[in-house]
């Protein structure tokens, strides 16, 4: 296997059984130059060029040791979660770090709006997160703000699943957000997102939305739920109006069960807060 062009010293192009492919080791091309031949034995990861044009546009792009910031994140992630990523992962976490990188180097903070439901959702993806950024302020001394880690924990649990997409992640989220959103305008309080009870609300939430796309019912005995809309009638209504909105601003429909245990939900978040 001989090298066609040295991208860095962990990244270069080489062919492969007539094939051009991008091979990914710790240095793979250490002291290596165009025709010399690899050692196979430091090869990690071997891509297919024409499928992977971006990968090598972004190797070529940013500094060689933001790449291997994220080559060691994602290495600490497969090892953590036991599985491996989705090696789309390469190209989408190694552009995220080194942006972040840049942009906190020109002082520009983004905060994240979804922190909060991303800690609770991911909380293995987002213990990877907070590992990452301590690794790269111990690195290369740039300290990120933490809502960088709630980044990195999304692109980190998109690419565990296979043809994982960012934006659906993101869009997920986001929903999750505005149906947490409603019922706190709705009940006029603040929920704690510390407190077990936000937990267990928006890990049904994102369950309720997974069922609604599987187009799965969540069983509820009907006498259980007369007696919800009976003697929990404002909390009901709260569960009501998120699914109507739901309905009229994403087009999810959710039944009439579903609805009976977020009211359950709702009514617990109540007392806590009375």
Same mark, same amino acid.
């Given at each position: ?7 860095n010293?962990?990244?270069?192009i080489v062919v ?6 991008i ?9 290596k130059g ?8 430091k090869?990690?990861?071997l ?10 546009r972004?190797?070529?792009?940013i500094p060689?040791?933001h790449?291997?910031?994220a080559?060691?994140?994602i290495?600490h992630a497969? @090892?953590?979660l036991?599985?491996?990523l989705?090696?789309?992962i390469?190209?989408a976490?190694?552009d995220?770090i080194?942006y $972040?990188?840049?942009r ?7 905060k ?15 213990s990877?997160?907070?590992w990452?950024i301590?690794?790269i302020?111990d690195?290369i ?6 809502d960088?880690?709630?980044?990195i924990a ?9 043809g994982?997409?960012?934006r659906?992640t993101?869009r997920q989220?986001?929903? /999750?957000k505005?149906m947490?959103?409603?019922?706190q305008?709705?009940?006029?309080? $603040? ?9 267990? /609300?928006?890990t049904?939430?994102?369950?309720a939305l997974v069922?609604s796309e599987?187009?799965e ?16 009638e ?6 009501k ?5 739901l ?8 039944p009439?069960?579903?609805?009976g ?6 009514e617990?978040? @109540?007392n806590?807060?009375?």
């Amino acid at each position: 296997m001989k090298i066609k062009k040295v991208l860095n010293n962990n990244a270069v192009i080489v062919v492969d059984e007539g094939q051009e492919k991008i091979a990914i080791g710790a240095g793979v091309a250490y002291s290596k130059g165009k025709n010399d031949l690899v050692n196979i034995t430091k090869i990690e990861k071997l891509f297919i060029l024409k499928e992977n044009e971006k990968l090598q546009r972004l190797l070529e792009r940013i500094p060689e040791e933001h790449f291997i910031l994220a080559e060691e994140i994602i290495s600490h992630a497969e @090892k953590e979660l036991e599985g491996k990523l989705n090696d789309h992962i390469y190209l989408a976490l190694s552009d995220h770090i080194s942006y $972040a990188i840049d942009r906190h180097q020109q002082g520009i903070v983004v905060k994240n709006k979804l922190f909060d439901e991303i800690k609770v959702l991911y909380p293995k993806e987002f213990s990877i997160g907070l590992w990452a950024i301590d690794y790269i302020k111990d690195k290369i001394r740039v300290e990120l703000p933490i809502d960088e880690a709630a980044f990195i924990a999304l692109h980190i649990h998109t690419m565990k699943m296979r043809g994982g997409d960012l934006r659906t992640t993101v869009r997920q989220t986001s929903i /999750l957000k505005d149906m947490v959103d409603m019922i706190q305008d709705y009940l006029g309080i $603040a929920i704690n997102e510390h407190h077990l009870s936000y937990e267990r /609300l928006i890990t049904h939430l994102r369950f309720a939305l997974v069922r609604s796309e599987r187009r799965e019912r969540n069983t509820m005995d009907e006498e259980l739920l007369i007696m919800i809309k009976k003697k929990f009638e404002d909390s009901f209504r709260c569960a009501k109006r998120v699914g109507e909105e739901l309905s009229s601003v994403h087009g999810i429909h959710l039944p009439e069960e579903e609805l009976g245990y977020i009211a359950l939900h709702i009514e617990r978040i @109540k007392n806590i807060n009375n």
